[in-house]
Structures are given as structure tokens and as C-alpha cells.
């Protein structure tokens, strides 16, 4: 009886020690993979969120360089060349009209001093962007505001 009872003893120390490690290793194992797939489904939303943001900013440049080419377009016209007002400012309120992303609509002289299409006018001879545009000939853009 007494070997009887040890064996039992022996058998039920055995099983939860075999139990106690199943379960550590199940855990461990289980962790593992919860931090694989963490870290994987993580690269995989920042990967897709770097291609949708250049996506995103290759459709605002075409934008803008769609837009910039109208532009240049419309400043090469001799009606904007000559720099009559009464010419240009119904112009500009053609364009403001017609397209409603674009705020406020301007012609500078090469002073700095501006006319825009609301009729107000202003000083932007020290903003890089006419600087810019003077300097270079070509299209500069403000930051947003």
C-alpha cells in the first residue's frame, strides 16, 4: 500500500510539472507570435501609409504643377504683360471665380507692389516667394496659410 501511495504521489508530481512546463512553453510560444505579428502588421501599416502619403503628395504636385503651367500661360499673354489694370483685374476676377481652391488672385509689378483681385493692393517685395519668382524667373509658391 505504501508504494501504491508513493507512486500516485510520483505520478501526480509528474503530471502537474509536465503540465506547469506545457503551460510555460504554450505561453512563451504564444507570446512570441503576438509580438511577430505586432511587429509585422506594425512595418506593414507604417509601409502603406509611406506609399499612400507619396501618393498623396505626387497627386498635389501634379496638382500644382498643373495649375502652375495655367499660370505661366496666362502671365505670358500680353494682356497681362502690359500691365493695364483695367485689362487684368477683370481677368483675375475671372479666375478667382472659376476656381474656388484659389483664394485670392494677384499680379505684382516688379517692385513688389500688388493688385489683386479684389481691387486691394500690397507691398510682398520681402517674401521669399517673390523673391524667389524675380530671382529665378519661374513660378514660387507661399506656404499655406
Do not use: C
Request: proline share 2%.
Amino acid at each position: 500500500m505504501q508504494l501504491s501511495m508513493m507512486g500516485k504521489s510520483l505520478r501526480s508530481r509528474m503530471t502537474v510539472t509536465i503540465l506547469t512546463t506545457i503551460l510555460v512553453l504554450l505561453g512563451a510560444s504564444t507570446w512570441i507570435n503576438y509580438s511577430q505579428f505586432r511587429k509585422v502588421t506594425e512595418t506593414s501599416a507604417f509601409e502603406s501609409a509611406a506609399r499612400e502619403a507619396n501618393n498623396n503628395a505626387l497627386i498635389v504636385n501634379n496638382w500644382l504643377q498643373a495649375q502652375g503651367d495655367k499660370l505661366l500661360a496666362l502671365a505670358n499673354t500680353s494682356d497681362m504683360k502690359r500691365m493695364n489694370l483695367a485689362v487684368q483685374i477683370p481677368i483675375l476676377e475671372k479666375l478667382s471665380a472659376d476656381n474656388p481652391h484659389l483664394e485670392l488672385m494677384f499680379i505684382a509689378d516688379r517692385t513688389g507692389i500688388t493688385v489683386d483681385s479684389t481691387g486691394g493692393s500690397q507691398d510682398i517685395s520681402d517674401r521669399e516667394y517673390f523673391q524667389k519668382a524675380m530671382s529665378t524667373g519661374t513660378i514660387w509658391y507661399s506656404e499655406p496659410i
